[in-house]
């Protein structure tokens, strides 16, 4: 993928985020079977994404929170879509709330765009291309230790399924793919997931790993290819770290027992 191509799904996230902003604290809601919300700005978002996408690159595979699609990420490209990452900040009309799209190619996250319309921020990375923040550079946090007062970012299922045993300060954004870009800005010194889907972390994936950071398995294994995931299902814990901070965080981190 080439700068060009960064920018046009960038400017597709930007032109689903605007037209999600119109509804911005005041739409209503409805539960999903998994207890998250839906709202018709999620389906109408995603709907825009799609078909910009498609237009441009026809023979691409596409799947996503509300219309799902591909299930086979070894594909040689799949579109990871979150069309309101966060709506349940998104209903009540809290701004941490982000379009999401990501591109696997053969499994592996080469491409993501990250937008958060309320806060006017939006992440991009591509590899080779780099990261950056509104056109800044980003680059992970270069520290060699976690400290008391560092950030440590946990999604609500990651809160709910892990402990990590040592000094921190934790915070819930109650976004994964803000999360995974904070961790690519250097402000969170990691990012603990559980129970997670592709679409919600697949640009996040892509953006952190050209700002230096890796992802890995609660066993302390280098995650960089999804292609023998299932884009439908949840996943396993998952810890986004700066790769000199992966192995304190792996032996510090434990399953919460029910």
Known sequence: M???????????????????????????????????????ADQAAERLIRQRLQARWPEDSIVGEELLGAKDLSLPRVWCLDPIDGTHNFVAGLPLWAV??????????????????????????????GAFL?????RANQDEQILPNDLIGFT?????ALELCMPHKSRNLGSAALHAC????????GAMFADWRVWDLA????????????ACALDGTHLENLSQLDAHDRHEPLILTPPQLCEQLVGSVDPISD
């Open 2 to 40: 080439s700068a060009a191509d960064l920018q046009f799904v960038a400017e597709v996230a930007n032109a689903a985020g605007q037209a999600a902003l119109q509804s911005y604290g005041q739409t209503p809601a409805e539960p999903k079977a998994d207890g998250s919300l839906v709202t018709p």
């Open 100 to 129: 999401s799209i990501g591109l696997c190619q053969a499994g592996q996250p080469t491409l993501g765009v990250v937008y958060a319309p309320a806060l006017d921020l939006t992440f991009t990375g591509g590899s080779g291309l």
């Open 134 to 138: 509104n056109g800044r550079p980003l």
């Open 156 to 160: 609500t299922e990651a809160g709910e």
């Open 182 to 189: 904070y961790v690519a800005a250097g402000v969170f010194k």
């Open 203 to 214: 640009a996040g994936l892509a953006i952190a790993a050209e700002a230096g950071a890796v």
